[in-house]
């Protein structure tokens, strides 16, 4: 049929049921449109059909048969310049698709209203259709209010980070973008029931790769089985269609009751998968449960001893809870990806990932090969979260696949499978006591968190009790409590967001039972003196100055304010380096990472800029592939902090040596002042001496008569010293505050409790925040304390997330005088709190 | 070259019709319990001129085509002022790609979104099965009118709101009937609509405007956009003085057909004041322990709109 496409009268080979966003993908090799949710809900593969945006998943190719299809690629519009200069993107994955809309948006505004800022809500209405799971929403404002004020006319545009131009012109190439000659498509075969032994597998094409543990033993829905290749996805969908699986049916356990079926055995519990960033904290088993972890506590008998005394007298200074968090979901808007092809006894991966030299390494372990064969590119990642480190299974079944085919192999989840069994939060399930003494001093903690990840242990909650408010005694323990559901992995923050959800609520109560300001008790109660300075910072907002006293509003729509408090570890790749080299006048900088969303082509790009003084085009950042010089994983909040002080080093060195064409210097970052709290370095990782902090105060309306929750502004004050790109860290703590609104408000796996099975397996039913539940935001950079760091600076990533949850049920009670236990503050949990 | 008999003569080989395509790609998409052949194009009608548009005819009634999009309808002037009921609750629902291309009969004859029907992990009486796995599973976004062994909510804002116009539905080869008549009374757990195979809607219709007329929609979700209704609702009222002279007031979201509240426009006309109407909407309500809280939500939903059509309340 043909399309006009982009301008160009196109002929294409396609039927009049393929979704359009395939045609132009697969058939036309225009990749800007993404096909990330298939459900028309997330936007990422809008397209103008004859200059209305259209979803291209839900568009049949018959419905754009002889008319104009213009993609992000076609496209040249003074909204693309202003989401550059803006930053109003993070991983770019869903950029184009928030471009193309936006340029019809910003043409019919001017058309009718002239060259003036629409409203706040006209824009968001306008993009409703469209998520960004990195949270660029701030930027997006203002980005299209500065185009709708014609200020992006012109071709001049500074954009915030350096691959902005390829992102909001489609160009930039993911890895559900490559297509490689000959390539095949793979499909993951999964478990249809919850816990069995595989008896057999039959049927199929040609090669069926076998995924199944050694024990033969599926233990959740969604479980890999076995993968198939074929030239389409529809095909490899048909193939995988006729492969029969026997199963050996065992009884599963789908709740945390203690009678549950056994889902490990003594000897398969070994081989538990971890959602836990470091290490497993050990344990002894019971049946389902795992634990408890103790030793994080700090004179626990005395705690408990003091809680107990305090119950039995009933003693209102002893505030207690159980509080809950729901399974929350990475969903990275680009699923896991991985492209896999041999080259003799070459591995070369096109890999969706947040660490390439760890996939190059685990590959060549895995795979018995030398490292040096192990080829791994991620030139742009649409986002990670935590999800995507090391090998996972579409890496697994594309490496084997394409070994079998001896063909380039594409695996790329499904947003099913990307919701399902690519990563999530456990949730979780705390109790928690807080005494407080006569002099309004903490007495005594007790916390106890049970964390039900599925079939994955290494729940770590309460241990970050231990780092928050002096050294009153305290009895911290945690528990895992297995199930036949999916696994969790690690993500941002991991354990932090539902101990603060906790915590910070109960120090909230102990404040408000006394009459005393709650951020005044934190500052007493807290010893750390960068988030001292917070305290005083949120103190002089004048909303918190301004807010009501808690429960006295009686009207329908009530307005709160709540703070929260927050404490992250220093991390650092102390290994990193960065090397540098002169090439055509050229200084091209290259270490072992990747960009995934976080900005560090920017960073990197901007500290040569100070020290050598150049300007843009002569500076190029090659990073995202093996190949180069050791640099970090981006999980833990230390890319920045591990690679800025390297390239600063490589910089002087450059500087010293001078920019000669051919020029190479290697710079490394130099050991902190005091070295580190750990000797040495485990999976890339070493802990730095210091906290970072955070401290968030956060508006809320409630609706009382239908239940919605609205946080209107936020305030993020955030100690992480000096800040290496400001806009950029900026994006990043807004986009934290984005995503801990959704695990307050909106976010929540559910698994059917009969089958196992996940319902929330698409983005309807898994609901992540939009545009218009953006609140406004500021970002208050606190940069003293880091002195004895190289470089003064740590990482954002995680401090400024994993508080948020908390500061909004902490308005909710100050709106309502009710206080939400349970998370997320759904508008049945609340129309039923406030109604109690 | 097509003629609506041949495409009914299609469809009942089996299949479903394609309008804007925005339901049946999904589901499609989501598994492979869909296998549909193309059987009507929407953009290019094939000589069926009569299924786009919107028609006006002499005595102020107006036709709408069954493939008008969802969009054409929210941005019509004419519409806008004759039928607001209709006009807010197309622009209030889904967002502007989806609108742009969902078409006024899609819309209507779409197929609900039960997370259980969607999964092509179950099977269920929407499909062919004999049992409901939601009512021992997740029943948070059910029904809560219960009036069969389906519990899913009716999918489509247009039906409710063109109940509460009082709209006919336009089928080849029928007299118009009433558009509630599409779906009966919810207890046939099989189906969405009760269109026979390869009935074709070919339209609305919506009699003569009624002078003075206030219209609201309100759609309550969670997040501030895109999102299926938890519950929705309509209300067209006629003030004279203070005292309402008309009232139709519908809801969405809680049964497996739009419900008409007659017993709230009841309770308005004998002068109830609103918030006392709208409560009368519970009484019909047997929800599961998941789901109460829609019952509070369903009064508060009406309310919400009575009070915006009837000029209190908050703006937008």
Redesign the interface.
Known sequence: MKIVVNGVPTEVDAG??D?AVDVLREGLGLTGAKAAC????C?AC?VLVDG????G????A??V?E?EVTTAEGLDHPVQRAFAVHDGLQCGYCTPGFVV?AAAFVDAWRAEHGDVAPPR?RI???L??HLCRCGAYQGIYAAVAAACRGEHDGDAAVPARVEAMDKVTGRARYTTDVRLPGQLEGVIIRS?VAHARVTSVTGGTRHVVDLLPPDRTVRY?GQPVAAVAAPTRREA?AAA?TVEIGYDPLPAALDDTPGAPPVYDADSRKRAPSSSEGLNLPGGWDGNVRGPFTRAGWRGRTAARRIEAARRAADPRLVTGTFTTAVQVHTPLEPHACVAHWDGGDLHLHLSTQTVGLAAAQAAERWNLPPERVHVVADHVGGGFGAKAGITVETVAAVELARAWAAPVRVVLSR?EELTDAGNRPGTRTTLELLTDDKGDLAALSVDVRGRGGVSIGSAVAVFARLMYGTAPRRLRDYDVVTNEPPGTPFRGPGAPPLLWALEQAVDEAAHRRGEDPVALRRRWDGNRKRHALYDWAAALPVWADRPPTGSQSGR?RRGVGVAAANWAYMLDPATEVELEVEDGVVVARTTTQDIGTGIRSVIAGVLREELDLPAERIRVEIGRTGAVYGPPSIGSRTTTSVAPAVRDAARRLRERGLAEGARVVGRRHRDRYGYVTPFAMSGMALGRGFSGAVHVTEVEVDT????V?PLRVWAGIAVGHVYAERLARSQCEGGIVQGIGYA??EER?V????G?V????L??Y?I?????TPEMTVHFHRDGWEHVTGRGVGVGEVSTIGVAASIGNAVHNATGWRPHDLPI????L??GI?R | MTTLSDLGEAARRGGEF?A???DL??R???G?HVN?P?LL????PHGLPDLSGVTWRADGSVRIGALTTVAEVARDPRLAAAHPCLTLTAAGL?????R??ATVGGNLLQRN?C??F??P??SCHQDGGDSC?AR???T?RAAIVDTGPCVAPHPSSLAMALLGCEARAEVHGREPFPVGDLYGDGSDPSRDHLLGPGEILLGVALPPPVPGERAAYHR?????????P?VEAAARLVLDGGRITFARVVAGGVARVPLRLTEVEEALLAGEPPDRAAGLAAARCTPTA??R??V??LT??V??VLERAGGAG?E?
């Not at chain 1, 998943?57 to 049949?60: F, N, R, S, V």
């Not at chain 1, 059917?752 to 089958?755: A, F, G, S």
């Not at chain 1, 319902?759 to 698409?762: C, D, Q």
């Open positions: 009049p049921d979704a298939r459900t028309g809900v936007g809008t209305t945006p259209q979803a998943c839900l568009l049949p018959a419905a048969r008319r809309e809500e968001a209405a306008a409703a259709g249809t829905v969908l269609g099913a729509f008569r239908l239940g919605v609205r408000l909106y559910h059917d409790p009969v089958t099975t319902l929330t397996a698409n309807d039913d609901r925040p939009g545009i218009g539940d759904r508008p049945d949990r129309l039923e109604t | 394609r804007g395509g925005t790609m999904a499609e998409a989501a492979p549909l193309d194009d929407p953009l290019n889904a967002t502007p790609q989806i742009a291309v979104r997370a259980y969607r999964n992990a179950f796995p021992a599973g997740h948070l309550a979700i969670g997040r501030s956009e895109a999102e299926w938890l998941q789901n809280y829609k509070a939500l508060g939903t309310l919400e908050r937008g």
